[in-house]
């Protein structure tokens, strides 16, 4: 094992192994699902390490600012960890964290494109956008308040999405609206992910390479399933939609499952091929109607959550001197603020303890 | 300070302890140099091996040590950062790592007995 691992990922991994463990001791989901109001859960969190999102509900009393402050924790997170680590290592964090950026550029143009080409007003959404600095120097604010999309991509000229949402014209929006965009903004994300695990040591780009080869044949399999079954595209334009990455993307299964007409699509055979175990799950039979769909889309996205979560908790067991408990421990801190959100959305609509155990993963 | 920066102060503070054992070391270099010359002018080569292989066993243990100190010790800073509670658990497993200097120095000793 090189010296340098061991150096490079010491500190980091047993504090990110710290932190773990006392996230599995921790009693905070359990004592959310609990509580019996939003004020309650509320004062369940004032006393751990999502003490912010409690004082932000002392401030606004609002729901979203909460999540907001979920989201910084969560870009806090990042940086953090990208801090402690040098080089390819501390790059593909970084880039890691720039998901995040992406998700909320696309939430502003969003807002754009609801506020200037549909007329909407937006200034209530607005306040929940995260407005600071992420990686890149965007200033947020002007972004939203463009009057053109000329002036939106001047305000992104000094970020790496200037070239990607240039390419992109106001009659393109008009016509497809911001769909393709956001997807060609997902793809060059990936693509540079590819490109920066290539820069990685040996054992992290093993690692690393084996983690992201599965995030993106899990993505490509729910686009299959939302897609090429929910939503009945047709095989081309769900294709384009496909990262060409990973065993699903090119595989005969996808292709045959794709030239089947939209409605004869199985989804179950397909994930099934890759994931055997779906079956072995109560479903709601062959869909009937929109709802049936809808639930059947999510138990599928629900069983794919449950096979990443195994794999990336079997990662915590392998070596400890690579970027793969980096890797775990994100996904493992993604899991439980999703968790915190869901349940404090779940205690705000009034909804029982048993119904929102139910919808968490 | 950047956290960078603070690891690279943990690990050289671990690094300088080690450095410190190796100094140490040089209490010995005066007599053990003397008795190898003393030897070699003899030309009793025998002995002026066993003094160098004496201090060949106490250096080595000790930089070995010193490079276990300072990756277990700065693990160690990283894990009791988030949670002091298991600072005296870190503490057992520097201590093994100290154990090689330990070892290298009793070897040493063993060695010299035999002159």
New interface residues.
């Given amino acids: 094992m090189s010296?340098d691992r061991?150096?490079l990922y010491?500190?980091?991994?047993?504090?990110l192994?710290?932190?773990i463990?006392?996230m599995r001791q921790s009693k905070v989901i359990e004592n959310l699902l609990h509580a019996s109001s939003l004020v309650e859960a509320v004062g369940v969190i004032r006393d751990s390490k999502y003490h912010a999102v409690a004082d932000a509900y002392d401030r606004t009393g609002d729901l979203q600012q909460m999540e907001l402050v979920l989201l910084g924790m969560e870009i806090s997170m990042y940086k953090?960890v990208a801090?402690?680590l040098?080089g390819s290592s501390a790059d593909l964090i970084n880039h890691l964290l720039g998901k995040i950026e992406i998700d909320n550029l696309k939430n502003t143009l969003r807002l754009w494109y609801s506020s200037i080409m549909r007329q909407r007003p937006i200034r209530h959404r607005s306040e929940y956008l995260f407005k600071d600095t992420i990686l890149s120097p965007i200033d947020w604010t002007a972004l939203i308040n463009a009057t053109s999309w000329e002036v939106v991509g001047a305000s992104l000229k000094d970020s790496p999405y200037h070239d990607t949402v240039a390419a992109f014209t106001e009659q393109d929006l008009q016509q497809s609206g911001l769909f393709p965009l956001e997807t060609e903004l997902d793809r060059m994300w990936y693509v540079h992910l590819m490109e920066c695990v290539k820069t990685l040591k040996k054992a992290d780009e093993d690692v690393a390479t084996s983690m992201l080869l599965l995030e993106i044949d899990l993505r490509n399999l729910m686009m299959l399933v939302r897609y090429g079954w929910y939503h009945h595209m047709d095989a081309e334009a769900v294709k384009r939609l496909l990262l060409p990455w990973g065993k699903v993307a090119s595989s005969q299964e996808s292709e045959a499952y794709l030239r089947q007409n939209a409605s004869e699509r199985d989804p179950h055979s397909i994930i099934n091929r890759y994931y055997p175990g779906l079956e072995d799950q109560q479903h709601s039979g062959s869909a009937h109607g929109d709802e049936a769909s809808v639930l059947e889309t999510l138990k599928i996205e629900g069983y794919l959550a449950e096979r990443r979560k195994a794999i990336y908790q079997r990662m915590l067991a392998q070596d400890p001197f690579t970027i793969g408990l980096s890797l775990s421990y994100f996904f493992l801190f993604k899991e439980e603020t999703s968790m915190v959100k869901a349940i404090l959305n779940g205690k705000y609509y009034g909804y029982e303890e048993a119904y929102i155990r139910g919808v968490l993963v | 300070m950047t956290n960078i920066a603070f690891r690279r102060k943990v690990s050289m503070t671990f690094v300088a302890t080690a450095l410190l054992l190796l100094a140490s070391g040089f209490i010995f270099a005066p007599s053990a140099y003397a008795a190898t010359t003393e030897a070699a002018s003899r030309g009793d080569y025998n002995l002026a091996l066993v003094c160098f292989s004496a201090a060949l066993a106490f250096g080595f243990g000790a930089v070995a040590a010193g490079s276990a100190i300072g990756k277990v010790g700065s693990a160690a800073m990283g894990a009791i950062s988030e949670r002091p509670e298991i600072a005296s658990q870190a503490l057992i497993f520097i201590a093994l790592a100290e154990g090689l200097v330990v070892f290298g120095f009793i070897t040493s000793l063993m060695i010299l007995g035999k002159v």
Avoid: D, H, Q, T
């Avoid at chain 1, 010491?10 to 504090?15: D, E, P, T, V």
């Fill in positions: 010296s061991v150096s010491g500190f980091i991994n047993a504090k192994r710290a932190k463990g006392l953090e801090r402690y040098e």
